[in-house]
């Protein structure tokens, strides 16, 4: 399983983004996928989250800004990011996390750039 994140950029204070995390293998429709971030000297935080079945949960700090969504045909799920705002500024990873009866799973992608300037 790979993951490879696209979409980071520089943008203004109040812009938008969207990121996408195109995953290769089979195991895509039967993991939950997250976006999570991190900023230099701080532990990686989960900013977003999707089950296999869709249903979702974020952040405190993006909730009604972010939104989490799955293209199960394309393998590729994705975080649309409005309303940005300079703490939002930080290296965004997205991660596949797989359940089975052998146990779970995490696979990382390398992350993906984000700068809100003010």
């Known amino acids: 399983v790979q993951l490879q994140a696209s979409g980071g950029g520089l943008v203004q204070t109040g812009g938008s983004l969207r990121l996408s995390c195109a995953v290769s293998?089979?195991?895509?429709?039967?993991?939950?996928i997250g976006w999570y971030r991190q900023v230099p000297g701080k532990q990686r935080e989960l900013v977003a989250r999707?089950?296999?079945?869709?249903?979702?949960n974020y952040a405190d700090s993006v909730k009604g800004r972010f939104t989490i969504s799955r293209d199960n045909a394309k393998s590729t799920a994705y975080l649309q990011m409005n309303s940005l705002k300079p703490e939002d500024t930080a290296v965004y990873f997205c991660n596949l996390e797989h359940k089975s009866i052998w146990g779970t799973r995490q696979y990382w992608g390398q992350g993906t750039q984000v700068t809100v300037s003010s």
């Open positions: 293998g089979s195991t895509f429709s039967i993991s939950a």
């Open positions: 999707i089950s296999s079945g869709g249903n979702t």
